[in-house]
């Protein structure tokens, strides 16, 4: 490669020297391509990367902090009890279809995401709601049965994105809603482009004419076509392994940023031998979290002590818990009757898994545990380890926000786990008003999971990007799965 | 040297190193190729490491040796099962004849119809990926090859004198199969088998590349291959090395497949008088 940059970088060279207008079509690479284009019926997060605050746009919105911002909802007020809250929308606005947005639109698409049998893929998000209703055209009054302090900072998700009822049925391929950007075209297996809506109120303030998602799963593919220019971006990138490469390389900035995602050694707590506390906890001391995150993220990545990001206002850092102790491990795996037994791990096909699964192996072993990695289709997994709890052991990242609520979700969900101790506890959590007091009880909730070795916990999914050089208003790290593109520009 | 020579030297010499490091690394390789020492990843060669290490600091040589014993375990495994099974329905629809024949061989259609990879995905996705499923899915395309080409053969040495006057003496039909066809008919066999080497070794490099075949710790080429894609623009040879294995594989097996079939073909023998 070395002696094909310097007539690369000549070429930059002149044509920065000529006198161009700041280009205004950008070409964003990304991992995964959905399979429908509706964030309120599929829980894809590349809907969300793509389109959330895009193409459609939520009462509320969040800042680059997680901090929760307006958005269709101008201002709102919070009853005294915390279970009122009355939103003053936005006048003016229309949808890409020319249609008017007012309150109705709002109580429909709340009304449809939080009726019986609706597929809205956050469940959550709807529970605590008792009714919505308009009292004014532009005036949206929501009643709560229960405090919930995520309420405004969840209906900023795409999951409680603002649809209209003329175009709500052809979203998952034409998707129409009020924001900055509207759908222009999709080709399957290739790319979805998105134009600037001239008719956005702050259009104005919009640095793209274009934008152009191209779908490239492949790290090595997406290396090539960086290094081609062939895109102007990828937020994500999935190859840890090549930023040195891109970092020495002036034509790119490389950004590193944080996730909301846990990585977590998933073990399955319905069933032996993950049911004994000493067990799980013999895991945590014999993985050694410097050398996963050195051989599988290339030093790229924070360690986890629970499952809270290290980012977050309520983080405390829990990773010398269980300090890495083989000889320790091997005595309490053998105390509980497992030396030399064998554990199956079964691993999704990303390369931040299957590179730790196999490094886990490694140091299981040599703490007298046989491990049988399985790698398995995306599909597979969904399904037999997920949907069914048929597994041991596997490893992925959750990369919602506020997800130490995982640990409520009964023994149905896939971690097998339930406590009434912590249900009681994320009640509290959920329902305290004061932030003060929330995050001490977030650190109670961290403290717990750690110290019952839910899992073992690795490290916080880093957010890797290249970006050409000279383009702003890209987020480095991501409170949220949506990246909005309005303040996105070529200097 | 006649070419035909040459191929089988040739085709004969790869194998046997192949083979002889293959048991060789049963007992002895350089360093435990499961031991990682994320440290000493990507070394340059040395004395300590002749091709040095991978992303997660295995010594290469040891990793590559370890996986050939992998694939001709692999090869050999559904060579054997798929040609026994083969063989055994060609020789029984060559000595029956009729509907037997005719049913055999539509059933010999329906397996060419059916590609290796997507039965292998099948048997992934019922019973998990493994070694065996992988065996069993390369075997399964082995047997149609083995039963058309059994059934074309033993057909031909049907129709000749001496087993003609071995059934007017009236040998059963087994019996000549036995004593006459299956004897004539061998080196041909032998012949297929090696070339199907090459084609099983292929297979097993493509199924564990996509991740269907031997599972970690246990190395082998083609998911080395895989791992190596997204490294190719910091260390090359990490793709390059079990590329070369592979193709060497392929290729050893493939001449001493050609190589033989020049030496047992009675066409070119004739020929060559």
Known sequence: MRPLSLPLTALVLISTALPVAAQTSMRIGLQQEPTVLDPTSDATAAIDVMLTQNVYESLTTVDESGAVMPQLAESWTISEDGLTYTFSLVQGVTFHDG???????????????????????????????????????????????????????????????????????????????????????????????????????DAAD??????????????????????????????????????????????FDVVLGSTEGEVILALNNSKPPFDQLEVRRAVSHAIDRGEIIDGAMYGRATPIGSFYPPHGPAYVDLTSAYPHDTARATEMFAQAGLAEAEITLRLPPFPYATRSGEIIQAQMAEAGINVAIENVEWGFWIDEVFRKKNYDMTIIAHTSPNDLANFARGPEYFYGFQSDAYDALWQQIRTEADPEVRNTLLQDAQRYVTENAVHGFLFQLPRLSINKAGITGFWNSSPVLFQPLAGVRFE | MRRAAVNLWIGATLVGLLTIIALLSLVWTPHDHTLLSISNRFQDPSVTHPLGTDQLGRDVVSLLMTASI?????????????????????????????????????????????????????????????????????????????????????????????????RATGRSGWGITWQHILPNIAPILIVQATIEFAVAILAEAALSYLGLGAQPPMPSWGRMLSEAQTLMYIAPELAIYPGLCIVLAVLGFGLLGDGLRDLTDPRLVRSRK
Not at chain 1, 146 to 163: H, K, R, T, Y
Not at chain 1, 229 to 247: N, V
């Open chain 1, 206 to 251: 919009v640095g793209l004419e274009r934008v152009e998602f191209r779908f490239i799963s492949d790290p090595a593919a997406a290396t090539a076509a960086l290094l081609a220019e062939e895109l102007d971006a990828f937020p994500g990138f999935p190859a840890p392994e090549l930023i040195d490469q891109f970092e020495a390389d002036p034509r």
């Open chain 2, 70 to 166: 992998n694939s001709l375990t692999v090869a050999f495994a559904a060579v054997g099962i798929g040609g026994l099974i083969g063989t055994g329905m060609g020789l029984v629809a060559s000595a029956r004849g009729g509907w037997t024949e005719a049913a055999l061989m539509r059933i010999c259609d329906l397996g060419f119809a059916f590609p290796a990879i997507l039965f292998a995905i099948m048997l992934a996705a019922a019973f998990g990926p493994s070694l065996g499923n992988a065996i069993l899915a390369i075997a399964f395309i082995n047997i149609p090859i083995f039963a058309r080409v059994t059934r074309g053969a033993a057909n031909q040495i049907w129709a000749r004198e001496f087993v003609m006057a071995a």
């Open chain 1, 99 to 201: 249609s008017a947005f007012d309150a109705q639109d709002v109580v429909f698409s709340f009304d449809r995401a939080r009726a019986e049998g609706s597929v809205n893929p956050t469940s959550g998000i709807w529970a605590p709601i008792e009714s919505v209703s308009a009292p004014g055209p532009y005036t949206i009054e929501i009643t709560l049965s229960e405090p919930d302090a995520f309420f405004l900072f969840n209906l900023a998700q795409g999951d409680a994105s603002i649809v209209a009822p003329e175009t709500v049925d052809t979203n998952i391929t034409d998707p129409v809603g009020t924001g900055p950007f509207q759908f222009d075209s999709w080709t399957r297996g290739d790319r979805l482009t998105l134009t600037a809506f001239d008719g956005h109120r």
